[in-house]
């Protein structure tokens, strides 16, 4: 059972960002602080991938844990209100997370995903990662 009513529930779960979340800043800070460009919440991609470098084919999703099932099969036990919806959401966001990334790579795309607490923990990290992947599709290009 909710422990909110219908309105304070409503209030809460609209405060939830879609775009422009921590982690994402965390990671765009350390790519533009690098000189890396990228585009922001490309909408013309399906998904709508946080950070895309359209040129190179590179897409990259910056999931939170509880939104996109980290250790799902672990974490949904835990769960204790109003299971009924939430382990279906959430399932249904893992399935559409498979789906974008099965159609962004028919597009020719690379899909990075970081979890929230890598990002946060290791941002430098994870845009080594990014920058990585950068290199090789641009090496990849020169040779074709």
Same mark, same amino acid.
């Given at each position: 059972?909710?422990?909110?009513?219908?309105?304070?529930?409503?209030?809460?779960?609209?405060? =939830?960002?879609?775009?422009?979340?921590? *982690?994402?800043? *965390?990671?765009?800070? /350390?790519?533009?602080?690098?000189?890396?460009?990228?585009?922001?919440?490309?909408?013309?991609?399906?998904?709508?991938?946080? =950070?895309?470098? *359209?040129?190179?084919?590179?897409?990259?999703? $910056?999931?939170?844990?509880?939104?996109?099932?980290?250790?799902?099969?672990?974490?949904?036990? @835990?769960?204790?209100?109003?299971?009924?919806?939430?382990?279906?959401? =959430?399932?249904?966001?893992?399935?559409?997370?498979?789906?974008?990334?099965?159609?962004? /790579? /028919?597009?020719?795309? @690379?899909?990075?995903?970081?979890?929230?607490?890598?990002?946060?923990?290791?941002?430098?990290? $994870?845009?080594?990662?990014?920058?990585?992947?950068? /290199?090789?599709?641009? @090496?990849?290009?020169?040779?074709?």
């Amino acid at each position: 059972m909710d422990n909110l009513t219908p309105e304070q529930r409503k209030k809460s779960m609209s405060a =939830i960002r879609s775009k422009d979340t921590s *982690i994402e800043s *965390i990671l765009r800070k /350390e790519l533009w602080g690098r000189g890396i460009r990228y585009r922001k919440n490309y909408n013309r991609l399906p998904g709508k991938p946080d =950070i895309v470098f *359209i040129g190179k084919r590179v897409a990259v999703f $910056c999931d939170s844990e509880f939104w996109h099932g980290y250790e799902w099969e672990n974490r949904k036990n @835990t769960i204790k209100t109003n299971r009924g919806y939430w382990i279906p959401k =959430i399932e249904r966001n893992m399935e559409r997370d498979r789906e974008v990334e099965a159609e962004l /790579e /028919e597009l020719g795309y @690379t899909v990075l995903r970081f979890w929230g607490a890598q990002i946060k923990k290791d941002a430098s990290g $994870c845009a080594d990662i990014i920058e990585r992947v950068l /290199e090789q599709v641009e @090496t990849l290009s020169r040779r074709n």
